[in-house]
């Protein structure tokens, strides 16, 4: 069912309804009350006969009209039978407070698991368990509690109650925005946060989403739908529980797993979403977002009365990739009539004094500065909204009419202006103005020059977007027979990890160019093979009970006459059966010796949140000790594959350094894009390594492949 | 002169006194006024009789009582006038506000070389030109014109009179902190950053000192003050202009690789300066660093009333190194008996909702988590402050009693607290009594949790401070005679740069394990020396006028037989007339080839603040593509060595991976000292270049050693 009539209902039963004050029982219908909720309030307390002038019920299946949504506040071990009764009476939506449920280990999973099998018996859609409530500010449902939550545009959407508090009081203090809706989607039992987020792209009222989260339950359904809304409007999320002690703390908070978070945020980024780092930048992205235009240029111009601050934002906006060109001579000529002859022109754009008497210079200056077609967009540092407090009282008039004529120009044009100033908390109405005309206001030159980068960010994303064809969740890549063969063939032995020289096999199946590596049984088979091989070959044991093979002796490399191979051969026997007595042997892999090139390692999981998911990395030294990967949930695209190369340091190694001839970059693409279709093919797999694969000038070469499944395999 | 009777005047002249409010000869005289200065005030203008009711005079000279400071505010070409009339009236110090000068081209220069020559003949010392003015609030003196700044411990120091503003700004709407001094420092045309900072801290008043920094004139000095300072109060700075200078050098070779702001960077780190990269922790980290003791752990606990700012602080900590650890098993029993059984005690620790109905918890909490001796310090994260505006009003005197409980722990104890409440802004009295305490508040989780990691990295700094000798701004390494020769003799022959096997002898001088190169002048001769050598040998050009000698085909390795060396030699001799038919060619180096090993770069420049430094970084891809490179200004401990090449990410290279040996690391640091002393002993190197040094399992072999002279040659 659609979750729509359950976060408009037009109705709604508070059951746990109280008359003390400090209780959420109490507080809920006070704040109905005094918000003049949009429809019904029934308290339901079988105790009470009546609550703030409200009639009580003993229960929500007494209550005779239509109910849309129960409230319910009472403790873990009541739901159920609160939700039979619901559903008797026919209710579409709950929201559940209660803490006690899948947050708080096996017993509580349990419990979840009765709440959301009894929901779906009674189609009720449910929010939570363990949240702060929801708001819908567009009728006044205000299920939270909370007094003067600001009404606005932005969707906020979050797994803490206290992050969702942090933003409102932002939004109030700070800014002129507010907010459609708030849910806090709780352990998203039911609802998952992918449910919401095509609500709030389709609900009209919504400019922006902001997202506040710590784990999410289905990573891929989001990524979908997250694909669609960003074409649409911005979505800003801050994703939390990046270190160990931070994933302990998600944890025990909302019982989802903060997952693998470089994962996360390259996976979102894909999207569209605007990831946030920093939660100070959360709310004023938001705000941007949803008051300015995204620029598709990544060019920006500063406006200052002061060096200092000239100096700190052209370093943090270079910090963030963006240009700061020298403006056309036309422009800077045009700025020198108007400023006083100290005044730099080039960019940033010093006045030197020359708004010290009239601030409505700086008006002036942005619309000239606006018109230069280089220029993106516009930020203003300094004092500008206190010249009234700190040079004479007559200026604020001044200001003011300046802050008009900028508030037109950014809704009337196409380019944005942010604006940092020191009196930023001030309360002057010359701030009130711009923040009323969308240009925000922050007393953080930092956060100023974030605010323009996430337009910038976003433009470029909306820029690109059209020549995609579509976000690929699925690209239909099937599994060959000869490869499910495969699979089967080794879950039936018993064994989860496929051999080397099947799971080159499997790879080879679909495309790959794996060499024609033979097993041998005997020293004699070994060397026939070898003989067969142009060139040098190496040896690797053949054994489920040996998964490190180099370190039991069980690899030798670079042989080339007879002797080498018969030797080799009885060596790594002896070696295997010294490692492990036990071990059964299967006999030994003849493979030629791979020619010399760049070493690369491919690998595939299955991520908790997102599924599977792919990483790269130039080998050895670049990815133990330097950690220079890339990540993407499977399945990618060529153009996916191809930045997972370009965006690691090291990457520029391919393209040959001191001499060496530039590396088969193409084949290496196509060789991620392959891993991605054989996981996509064959959901029994958990992981597969490709370590390492080398890189020739032309072409590549598998030397080791791992292929583990999944315990109980799917499909 | 010492600037205590500048910054300590007990009469101002205004020198440009004005009638006009908008002017500073107004405003200034004005301020001196309202804020009682502690002093003689005299207004001079030929132009006026009496300004604000004070005696005008007409000049300096007319002013019968002893004047201890004049504050110029006329333009840049009155000054020398001004000054000469100064000087016959014996003025001690004068502040010079207008702009013209240095940063205005060579004209500007000329005019300040000027006003500096004046002022040194009559003994006056200058603060700027070019500055905002200075602010002395012990005595009220205000030459800078702005009203109601808040009095304090603070001393400021800034190269921006918009930052000052800034910082003044933020401390008196966020904190209840003030300033002691305030300094801009402009031109730094005669008192330069270090002669503050020399008088800063003597001055009893001042416990912090916080500067804002574009660039300084006297790098070397001011590093040697700041080591005497830190030792006994904070110095906390920022330093902008990042993203020009350091995009400039980044084209050519070794030195300039990751820019000169990592050098300043590492070189104020090292001397106990606390380095702030964003603006916005600026006067938060002053006002931590001034108000609670530094910890010597890096040890930190959370308390929080909700699990989002639980999960984002842990996050943040992570990220800046600090241990959140378990609390101790005592601890967690005594707040699990003050909370709910919901709440979780391990760390962070999540009061469940503990503290809703009485937020006085918090405080009970957090004795008991300062006196778990695990912990160095504690971050408080949510709501507090605001439960009166949240819950209930009632609970507005609970959280007073708190905050004095609060504040005395932390008065009476050695631990810090350091605040996060989303209410900071809305001024309550629990919060303004908790910054009463020295307790900061802050709406950021990143500024909190910043400002707790300041406290720790001071700590730390103090902690080892004292194994320290002195800071080693010269060892006094003396130049061997033998070397001014091989210098001397490169001048007389019109060369800039040293051959590369007189560049070897220099360092052998100073005891370099160097190869035993010999240049040759003929094939035979070539042989002849190789013969000479054990093993294989390389060959290089000798050429004044050609620098890159691979590039002209001048170098040939790995030669074995006398064929190959008589080839070698005849083929090189072709390749550098080929490549450059005029150059001057002395002959052919011999060299043995270098055994297998870890290639790293050594190289040091000259830069235009902290004069002589040097990097280091692994060789080939790591510097070229990855710029993992070191920075340290010269002359460097064997200690600041040994960090040079811990802190590159690829060190553990150097400890062997993927079975190769382990590198002589000893013999690297000490290569490192030995070019440092050779920099420290020969004045007249521009740079070296050591490119590159192999290491091995034991030893190192350098195989190629560059040194450029200056232009003008010192000493």
Redesign the interface.
Same mark, same amino acid.
């Given at each position: 069912m659609s979750i729509e009539r359950v976060l408009n209902a037009r109705s709604v039963a508070v059951i746990g309804a109280s008359k003390i004050?400090?209780k959420r029982g109490f507080q809920t219908i006070r704040t109905l009350i005094e918000d003049k909720y949009d429809g019904d309030i029934f308290p339901v307390n079988p105790k009470e006969k009546s609550i703030l002038g409200l009639k009580c019920y003993r229960s929500v299946s007494e209550i005779k009209e239509p109910v849309d949504m129960a409230l319910i506040v009472t403790p873990a071990q009541t739901i159920p039978a609160i939700l039979e009764d619901c559903g008797k009476k026919g209710v579409l939506g709950a929201v559940i407070l209660a803490?006690?449920f899948g947050e708080?280990g096996s017993e509580g999973k349990e419990l979840e698991k009765k709440v959301v099998t009894l929901a779906k018996k009674h189609s009720i859609r449910l929010i939570g368990p363990n949240t702060s409530g929801m708001l819908n500010l567009k009728c006044n449902l205000n299920l939270v509690g909370l007094r003067n939550v600001p009404k606005g545009d932005i969707a906020l959407l $979050?797994? =803490?109650?206290?992050?969702a508090?942090?933003l409102i *009081?932002?939004a109030t #203090?700070k800014s002129k925005k507010g907010f459609s809706y708030y849910v806090g989607v709780g352990n998203e039992a039911d609802i998952n946060f992918h449910e919401y987020l095509e609500f709030f792209r389709e609900d009209p009222a919504t400019k922006a989403i902001l997202m506040?989260v710590?784990g999410m339950r289905q990573g891929r359904q989001f990524l979908e739908q997250a694909y669609q809304t960003t074409i649409k409007k911005p979505v800003i999320l801050?994703k939390?529980?990046?270190?160990? $002690?931070?994933k302990?703390?998600?944890g025990?908070? $909302?019982g989802a797993l903060?997952g693998m978070s470089e994962v996360a945020k390259g996976a979102f980024e894909r999207t569209g979403i605007i990831v946030i780092e920093?939660?100070?930048e959360l709310f004023p992205a938001a705000e941007t977002l949803s008051s300015l235009p995204p620029t598709r240029k990544n060019t920006v111009a500063i406006l200052?009365?002061?060096?200092?601050?000239a *100096?700190?934002a052209?370093?943090l906006l *270079?910090?963030l990739g963006i240009e700061i060109p020298e403006l056309s001579e036309k422009t800077q000529s045009k700025l020198k009539e108007l400023l006083p002859s100290?005044a730099s022109v080039p960019n940033p754009v010093d006045v030197a004094g020359g708004t010290? =008497?009239n601030p409505a210079v700086f008006a002036e200056c942005a619309k000239i500065i606006l018109k230069d077609p280089k220029i993106g967009g516009l930020i203003i540092v300094?004092?500008f909204g206190g010249y009234g407090i700190?040079?004479?009282e007559s200026l604020s008039v001044i200001e003011e009419d300046a802050a008009h004529m900028m508030g037109k120009m950014v809704r009337n044009g196409k380019k944005p202006i942010i604006l940092h100033s020191?009196?930023s908390?001030?309360g002057t109405h010359a701030l009130d103005l711009l923040r009323h005309y969308g240009i925000p206001v922050y007393? =953080?030159?930092?956060?100023t020059c974030k605010c323009m980068s996430v337009l910038v960010k976003y433009g470029n994303y909306l820029k690109a977007a059209h020549t995609k064809t579509s976000y690929i969740i699925k690209t239909g890549e099937k599994a060959k027979s000869a490869g499910i063969d495969i699979i089967q063939n080794c879950i039936k032995s018993g064994r989860n990890a496929l051999f080397e020289f099947e799971a080159k096999k499997l790879l080879k199946l679909h495309g790959a160019p794996v060499s024609k590596d033979r097993p041998s049984t005997t020293a004699d088979e070994a060397v026939k093979i070898a003989e067969g091989m142009n060139g040098k070959v190496v040896l690797k044991i053949i054994s489920q009970d040996i998964l490190h093979k180099s370190d039991a002796g069980g690899v030798r490399v670079g042989l080339g006459s007879e002797k080498e191979v018969r030797y080799a051969f009885e060596e790594i026997m002896k070696n295997a059966r010294d490692y492990n007595p036990a071990a059964k042997i299967e006999g030994i892999l003849v493979s030629p010796m791979a020619a010399k090139g760049v070493e690369v390692i491919i690998g595939t999981k299955t991520d908790d949140q997102f599924g599977p998911v792919i990483m790269y990395g130039l080998g050895?030294?670049m990815v133990?000790?330097?950690k220079d990967v890339s990540f993407r949930v499977i399945p990618i695209s060529s153009h996916s594959a191809k930045k997972m190369v370009d965006e690691t340091? =090291?990457s520029?190694?391919l393209d040959g #350094?001191?001499g060496e001839p530039p590396c088969d970059k193409k084949a290496l693409i196509k060789l991620l894009l392959l891993c991605s279709e054989v996981i996509e093919a064959y959901p029994e797999i958990e992981e597969m390594d490709l370590n390492p694969v080398i890189i020739h000038e032309k072409g590549l070469s598998i030397v080791d492949a791992r292929i583990i499944l999944k315990d109980k395999p799917e499909g």
């Open positions: 004050e400090t803490g006690g708080l $979050t797994q =803490s109650g206290n992050m508090l942090t *009081t932002e #203090v506040y710590e801050l939390s529980g990046r270190s160990s $002690t931070g302990k703390s998600a025990s908070h $909302t903060a920093n939660s100070d200052a009365d002061g060096g200092g601050h *100096t700190i052209s370093d *270079t910090d100290a010290d =008497s300094g004092l700190r040079f004479a020191l009196y908390s001030a007393d =953080s030159l930092d956060i050895g030294i133990e000790i330097l340091k =090291s520029p190694i #350094v001191r």
